[in-house]
C-alpha cells in the first residue's frame, strides 16, 4: 500500500520510505544538527517526522532534521557566510544557548 508520505518523499526527494528509515536509524531518530528528537506536533497533535533536508542545486540529501533547525537554514538561506556571521553575534554579545 502506497502512503500520501511516501508518494511525498518519492516525488519531493526521489526518496523511499525505506531509504528515510534507515537515515532515521543511521541518526538514532534525532536532528542531524541539534541531535535533538523532533518536537512540533501535526494538527492532530502528533509528533511531526524529521524533516528531510537536502542540497536546494542538486536535490542530494544532506540528512533528517528538526522542524526548527530546517526553518532557521532556510531563513539563513543555508549560507555558511551568514552562520557564521550569527554565530560571531551571538559570541560578541551574548548567548543563552547551550
Same mark, same amino acid.
Given at each position: 500500500?502506497?502512503? +500520501?508520505?511516501?508518494?511525498?518523499?518519492?516525488?519531493?526527494?526521489?526518496?523511499?520510505?525505506?531509504?528515510?528509515?534507515?537515515?532515521? +536509524?543511521?541518526?538514532?531518530?534525532?536532528?542531524?544538527?541539534?541531535?535533538?528528537?523532533? *518536537?512540533?506536533?501535526?494538527?492532530? $497533535?502528533?509528533?511531526?517526522?524529521?524533516? *528531510?533536508?537536502?542540497?536546494? *542545486? =542538486?536535490?542530494?540529501? #544532506?540528512?533528517? *532534521?528538526?522542524? #526548527?533547525?530546517?526553518?532557521?537554514?532556510?531563513?539563513?538561506?543555508?549560507?555558511?557566510? =551568514?552562520?557564521?556571521?550569527? +554565530?560571531?553575534?551571538?559570541?560578541?554579545?551574548?548567548?543563552? $544557548?547551550?
Amino acid at each position: 500500500m502506497t502512503t +500520501i508520505r511516501s508518494k511525498n518523499l518519492q516525488h519531493r526527494f526521489k526518496l523511499t520510505t525505506d531509504a528515510y528509515d534507515q537515515q532515521f +536509524i543511521h541518526q538514532r531518530g534525532l536532528c542531524a544538527i541539534c541531535e535533538k528528537p523532533e *518536537v512540533n506536533r501535526d494538527a492532530k $497533535g502528533k509528533i511531526k517526522w524529521l524533516s *528531510v533536508d537536502h542540497n536546494h *542545486v =542538486t536535490g542530494e540529501l #544532506r540528512g533528517l *532534521v528538526c522542524y #526548527r533547525c530546517n526553518t532557521a537554514l532556510g531563513k539563513f538561506g543555508d549560507s555558511i557566510v =551568514t552562520l557564521q556571521s550569527a +554565530i560571531k553575534y551571538l559570541e560578541e554579545r551574548g548567548s543563552y $544557548g547551550e
